[in-house]
């Protein structure tokens, strides 16, 4: 089971409390019906599924329930960071030397 | 390529065992072939034997990063059916049904298919109206299913808990009786055997780096860890890597990968005579020749392609066994695994062209694709062989994400996703 930092009640809390929300990063269009059919299949079909490094929505369901997001490496399942909904995708992610 | 038979047997057995032969060959890997599959599943292992002995396309390599049959295929649960909803998914899972009957005869290799049963249950009134639903959708599409009441259930499987008062009770179920088993190692390697005696190469510790397209954009072969291998036709048969090997020719899918887990206990008796679902608590079941139980469990949530799972999953798994089958509340489990599925938004799987000339991409089986092997690889070699889609997986494209044409399969492994 992961442990997963929430960022808003600032406390690694088992993974049972929360809910995977998908994939972080993809705008929904203000547009939504004048989306052409390719831009709403990248939208809402296509997804990056990296084996490495990916940024994820989780939702803190049986705590504050509040949704944010989370970079983890997929190979390792290891928490990279976690940083509150609306705060823009990190550029550089701590211990990233490479 | 020596045929198996009984006075193969007698004649080892004379002569203390000395003149069994490699059941597939290990060459090096040639410059260039015909065709190259990604993937040394069953999937790909049947693709390659179909194009040989269907399409008597026989320049072929399989490259498999790992060992033969070492991902998926050796980690699934080995359970077979066909009572799929829709006519796209029934067509494609009833072909592969017909085909695992005489597979063994076909490859002259036990597959051990064993059409014991497959019994799914309900437990509430929705449960009811989806899986009768499925009866009458299965039968319309001339695929065998039947419904039973909890004492018709109750007599097909001894150990089911039918009680009244059970947490979850049993209220009737669905029975494909042409559903079942087959030994997932033996249905790799057979394949691997056949396609080998006809010339296939399958080329094992090979992972593909990269794949290599030309200035028009059409495949020309991949980068490997053993070096370039050319060729003008590549299919991708890497289940939960699939969207990995995609992007390196510049497809982005509609995938996500997810581990999923299995477990077997300690061998008993034969106490488990069908394979024995139930979406609603979570869990499926079957006994193995050798005794096992075999028990699957449900995804983790989030993308990953670790080969492990939490182990909140199991426990909720074995909590819905013992719920089912109280009289397995005491059984020692031997060991639990997981493998990576490739998932798609609909739960239907990909098998087409792609939008780059000469690659073809059979993945998106999600948490059910062994059953499917024989009728996937069949399709695919066909898809192929000939560039263009054979009827049965022509639905099954990557472009119905565009245009909406979804097959909606929500009960594709027939457990909660």
New interface residues.
């Given amino acids: 089971m992961l442990l997963i930092r929430c960022p808003y009640c600032e406390e690694e809390r088992p993974e049972l409390e929360f809910r995977n929300a998908g994939e972080a990063h993809i705008a929904r269009s203000a547009n939504m019906a004048g989306e052409s059919d390719d831009d709403f299949e990248k939208f809402f079909f296509i997804r990056s599924n990296p084996k490495g490094i990916i940024y994820e929505r989780w939702r803190h369901m049986h705590g504050c329930a509040r949704f944010f997001n989370a970079v983890r490496d997929t190979v390792t399942d290891k928490f990279v960071m976690t940083y509150k909904a609306g705060e823009p995708k990190p550029s550089k992610l701590p211990g990233a030397g490479k | 390529m020596k045929k198996y038979s009984v006075f193969a047997i007698a004649r080892e057995a004379m002569r203390g065992h000395k003149g069994w032969e490699e059941q597939w060959s290990s060459p090096e890997p040639r410059k260039e072939y015909d065709v190259i599959i990604v993937g040394a599943g069953g999937h790909g292992l049947a693709t390659a034997y179909y194009l040989a002995t269907v399409h008597g396309i026989t320049n072929v390599a399989v490259l498999e990063k790992g060992w033969l049959g070492g991902g998926n295929t050796g980690r699934n649960t080995t359970i077979i059916r066909s009572n799929y909803l829709y006519d796209e998914s029934a067509g494609i899972y009833d072909h592969a049904l017909k085909l695992w009957d005489g597979l063994s005869q076909e490859l002259n290799y036990n597959v051990m298919y064993s059409a014991r049963g497959v019994m799914m249950l309900a437990h509430n009134v929705h449960d009811v109206q989806v899986l009768k639903r499925h009866v009458h959708a299965n039968r319309l599409n001339g695929i065998d299913n039947e419904w039973l009441t909890p004492e018709q259930a109750k007599e097909f499987c001894p150990p089911l808990n039918t009680s009244k008062d059970a947490r979850y009770p049993v209220v009737g179920a669905a029975l494909q009786r042409r559903g079942g088993t087959a030994r997932h190692d033996a249905v790799a390697w057979g394949y691997a055997r056949g396609a080998s005696a006809r010339g296939v190469h399958i080329i094992q510790n090979c992972e593909i780096t990269g794949v290599k397209r030309a200035a028009n954009g059409a495949v020309m072969g991949v980068d490997t860890t053993r070096g370039f291998i050319g060729a003008k036709k590549v299919g991708v048969v890497a289940a939960g890597?699939s969207?990995?090997i995609m992007n390196m020719a510049g497809v982005?899918?509609?995938?996500?990968?997810y581990p999923l887990q299995a477990l077997v206990s300690e061998p008993v008796k034969p106490v488990v005579p069908c394979v024995v679902m139930s979406n609603t608590v979570h869990a499926y079941i079957s006994q193995s020749d050798k005794g096992e139980l075999v028990i699957g469990a449900g995804t983790d949530?989030?993308?990953?392609?670790?080969q492990?799972g939490?182990?909140?999953i199991l426990q909720h798994t074995l909590d819905a066994i013992c719920e089912m089958f109280p009289i397995f509340t005491r059984m020692k489990m031997l060991r639990s695994w997981g493998g990576i599925v490739?998932v798609t938004?609909d739960r239907s799987p990909i098998l087409a062209k792609t939008p780059v000339p000469g690659l073809y991409v059979n993945c998106g089986w999600g948490t059910g694709g062994f059953k499917a092997t024989p009728g996937s690889g069949h399709v695919f070699a066909h898809t192929i062989a000939k560039d263009d889609p054979h009827p049965i997986n022509a639905p099954f494209t990557i472009e119905r994400?565009?245009?909406?044409r979804l097959i909606d399969e929500a009960a594709a492994a027939a457990v909660a996703h």
């Avoid at chain 2, 949530?301 to 670790?306: A, D, L, M, R, T």
């Fill in positions: 890597h969207s990995v982005r899918m509609p995938l996500e990968s949530q989030y993308v990953s392609y670790s492990t939490g182990l909140h490739d938004p994400f565009r245009t909406g």
